[in-house]
């Protein structure tokens, strides 16, 4: 009963803030009839745009708010806004197209040296969740591959110039994939 009353009492308070309340609505792929009309509600009204993009900003939703937002309120939207939100959609977009073509050419790279490598997170959560990769902002990649060849992978890696997060020495390296389940390299 108490968190019910906590519970209450946070979604009050974000329906208090429509900046907040606006991002929350817009930041899912297909919003519903009733979300629909209370985004184009809330942007009936004065909203402080800079303050909507830089929370999106931080919550790694911008893509989806543009997109929400290019499809309910084209017309609500300042266009100095408009087009920093284009802008970054269009980048975005080219940026993961690099990502997933230099994901691609690791996994092949990969198979030609008998490890197989399977993407996850990222591109593939972009994908299953939104039905389209140009809608998440990721930063890295991510790469399974086999226990036993990720020493191997990590040196493959190393030799075509990518550097660890950890400088590593051999003994190191051998006991970091032993209890490690993820290597960032970047």
């Given at each position: 009963y ?11 308070k ?19 009839s ?11 009204n004065p ?12 919550q790694?939703t ?6 929400t ?9 300042p ?22 073509n ?28 939104y ?14 591959v ?13 030799k075509k ?7 590593l ?12 389940d993820?290597i960032?390299?970047?």
């Amino acid at each position: 009963y108490c968190m019910q009353k906590i519970c209450l009492k946070i979604l009050k308070k974000i329906q208090s803030i429509p900046e907040l309340n606006f991002v929350i609505l817009c930041s899912q792929v297909e919003p519903d009839s009733n979300q629909r009309g209370i985004i184009k509600n809330i942007a009936d009204n004065p909203l402080n745009w800079d303050m909507v993009c830089n929370i999106a900003q931080q919550q790694r939703t911008l893509l989806l708010l543009a997109q929400t937002c290019k499809k309910l309120v084209p017309d609500k939207i300042p266009s100095t806004i408009m087009v920093k939100l284009k802008n970054f959609s269009f980048k975005n977009g080219i940026r993961n197209l690099y990502i997933l073509n230099f994901v691609l050419n690791t996994i092949l790279f990969f198979k030609k040296k008998n490890i197989a490598a399977i993407p996850f997170k990222g591109l593939i959560t972009a994908q299953d969740l939104y039905g389209d990769i140009g809608l998440r902002f990721f930063s890295d990649i991510d790469l399974l591959v086999k226990k036993n060849k990720a020493r191997e992978a990590w040196l493959l890696l190393n030799k075509k110039g990518f550097k660890p997060e950890l400088n590593l020495n051999p003994q190191q390296i051998k006991k970091y994939i032993a209890i490690e389940d993820n290597i960032g390299f970047f």
